[in-house]
C-alpha cells in the first residue's frame, strides 16, 4: 500500500494558479503511475492528468491540456499539479493517486491508493 498526502489547495480568482502537491511513502516501489481526479459536488470523480514515474510521460484529460502541468520527483517521491489559467469550471476537491496501472490511467478504478484530497476553488 502506499500512503498519499496532498497539499497546496485553496480560493482563487479565475485566471490564478495554484500548486497541488503529493507526498508518497510507503510501498511506493509498486506503483508506475502517479495520477490526479477531481470531484465537484454531485458529480462523478473524473480524470484530469497522470504522470507514469519511470519515463515521466504525461497524460491530460482535454479539458485541462495547455492549462495544467503534471510533474513528478522520483528521488523525493512527490508529485504536482501545477494548474494555470483557471477557472471556475476547475472548482472541486482534487485527489492524488497511485498504482500500478496499463492502459487504463484515466479509470479511477485502476489505482488502489488515494489521497484524502485537497479544496481548489475558483471564484469568478
Known amino acids: 500500500q502506499v500512503q498519499l498526502v496532498e497539499s497546496g489547495g485553496g480560493l482563487v480568482q479565475a485566471g490564478g494558479s495554484l500548486r497541488l502537491s503529493c507526498a508518497a511513502s510507503?510501498?511506493?516501489?509498486?506503483?508506475?503511475?502517479m495520477g490526479w481526479f477531481r470531484q465537484a459536488p454531485g458529480k462523478e470523480r473524473e480524470f484530469v492528468a497522470a504522470i507514469r514515474w519511470s519515463s515521466g510521460t504525461t497524460l491530460y484529460t482535454d479539458s485541462v491540456k495547455g492549462r495544467f502541468t503534471i510533474s513528478r520527483d522520483n528521488a523525493k517521491n512527490t508529485g504536482a499539479l501545477q494548474m494555470n489559467s483557471l477557472k471556475p469550471e476547475d472548482t472541486a476537491l482534487y485527489y492524488c493517486a497511485a498504482g500500478h496501472i496499463g492502459a487504463a490511467y484515466y479509470d479511477k478504478g485502476s489505482y488502489d491508493s488515494w489521497g484524502q484530497g485537497t479544496q481548489v476553488t475558483v471564484s469568478s
Open positions: 510507503g510501498r511506493t516501489f509498486r506503483r508506475n503511475t
